[in-house]
């Protein structure tokens, strides 16, 4: 009989892993020897066309902290980041709670559509609506502020003011996504928790604060990183949205996807641009740790 189910158990093995064996084989191609390629690259010297490589060890690393361009790309990504993290995670919390607690509606299924809407329109249409919405002469924005007695604002040409134009952008992509990793979260949450809360008092307020955050954490967790890595990865919000007077794309608004590029394929030093995709890399894998770690903590108290 044991030798029977050691059979079954070794079948089992071997259909799973070879289930497994084409995604595992694409999954390599497609991103762990790309990854390996460029951390390699970034200890050469390349410049697209010729043959040769001279190895350079650490000089792109070095050479990047002395970059001017390289440094304002970085702290413009990281204030994109983090905004679009401190307002997709709250504000999609507090919908997804908002929508959860509707169900009966007959217009739950039409809050869950409009919100989601955002994240499968095409990005670029997007930030093409979005763009005229800021515009300094004929957008509605500066339309609305003129109601209001306030000055127009020349939204999509001052650096700070486009900054916020594209975590308000990214943001509002992000959040019908958010929205509905939180209503699963929700659902998945015991009513019985709800129904002896309120059998012992508890507000609507309490009930979210002491049963739905400290349940939904490992949901937070997800969305949290996920929101992060995206936004660290913002590429063609900014370039269609904040480029330039001239049609230069990334000189008003300058992030580290856009620098890579630039320095790829336009200055042609990719071995520069893989050392930035490797600063990229460890500064996503970081930030994650951080967010497992402080998610752990507060579990744990």
């Not at 983090?82 to 709670?97: H, R, S």
Request: hydrophobic share 55%.
């Amino acid at each position: 009989m044991r030798e029977l189910a050691g059979t079954w158990h070794r079948k089992g093995f071997t259909f799973a892993v070879l289930a497994l064996l084409p995604a595992l084989i694409i999954y390599t191609l497609v991103r762990f020897i790309p990854i390996v390629e460029t951390l390699r690259l970034s200890l050469f010297q390349w410049n697209l066309i010729s043959r040769r490589k001279p190895f350079i060890g650490l000089d792109n690393f070095r050479e990047l902290f002395t970059d001017a361009l390289f440094l304002e790309a970085l702290r413009n990504t990281t204030i994109i980041a983090f905004g679009v993290l401190a307002i997709t995670v709250p504000l999609g919390l507090v919908l997804a709670a908002l929508i959860h607690h509707r169900t009966r509606s007959r217009f739950a299924g039409f809050y869950e559509t409009s919100i989601f809407i955002p994240h499968v329109v095409s990005l670029v249409p997007a930030a093409m609506a979005w763009k005229w919405i800021f515009d300094a002469r004929l957008g509605p924005l500066n339309a609305v502020l003129g109601l209001f007695g306030l000055p127009p604002q020349a939204w999509l040409f001052d650096p700070v003011l486009a900054i916020i134009c594209v975590i308000i952008l990214c943001s509002w992509q992000a959040l019908g996504y958010a929205v509905l990793i939180f209503l699963v979260g929700f659902k998945n949450i015991p009513q019985s928790l709800y129904e002896a809360a309120r059998l012992d008092g508890a507000s609507a307020l309490q009930c979210f604060r002491h049963i739905s955050i400290p349940q939904l954490k490992p949901v937070l967790l997800y969305v949290s990183v996920i929101t992060l890595i995206a936004a660290f990865n913002i590429y063609a919000q900014v370039f269609v949205l904040a480029s330039d007077s001239q049609g230069a794309p990334g000189r008003l608004v300058r992030v580290l996807v856009l620098d890579m590029l630039e320095n790829s394929f336009r200055n042609y030093r990719v071995g520069y641009a893989a050392a930035e995709a490797v600063i990229l890399l460890a500064i996503v894998l970081a930030l994650t740790a951080i967010q497992f770690r402080v998610f752990r903590e507060k579990g744990r108290a």
